[in-house]
């Protein structure tokens, strides 16, 4: 029983260490008005982006902080479109309105190929590709 207890107990600590908190953000990843200073450099490149993400109606995007928004001083240029096949549908529906990273490819220009996508924040946009799934993070305060 003795052994029971200790074994629990060492479970259960080590649970709620890991568990509860949010993993810290991969230092390499960029934010979208990062991508957004230097698109040329970044196009056509497998990149992380993290940020706060937007999957609503007609609103696909991920921004450097949630107050950028509402924000008009800061324009589009703290935003990136978010482009992903169905299939990733409700994995990344479930992280709406969270910070998250993502892995996918860096796209300058969406609307160059004449294509009409509604809901875009920008032209430049992150192209998702399974299996590499969005993931939540803990944010950075704004003055990171």
Not at 94 to 104: K, Q, Y
């Amino acid at each position: 029983m003795r052994f029971s207890l200790g074994f629990f107990c060492l479970m259960f600590a080590s649970c709620t260490s890991a568990g509860g908190s949010l993993p810290d953000q991969d230092p390499a990843a960029l934010t979208p008005s990062q991508l957004n200073a230097s698109p040329q450099k970044y196009d056509g490149r497998v990149i992380k982006v993290r940020g706060f993400l937007l999957d609503e109606t007609e609103d696909f995007a991920i921004w450097d902080q949630q107050s950028d928004i509402a924000d008009k001083n800061v324009g589009l240029s703290h935003c990136i479109s978010v482009l992903y096949p169905a299939e990733m549908k409700k994995a990344v529906h479930r992280l709406n309105r969270r910070f998250v990273e993502v892995s996918g490819t860096f796209d300058k220009d969406v609307v160059r190929d004449g294509i009409i996508r509604l809901g875009l924040c920008n032209r430049s946009a992150i192209r998702l590709l399974p299996p590499e799934y969005p993931v939540t993070v803990r944010p950075l305060s704004a003055t990171s």
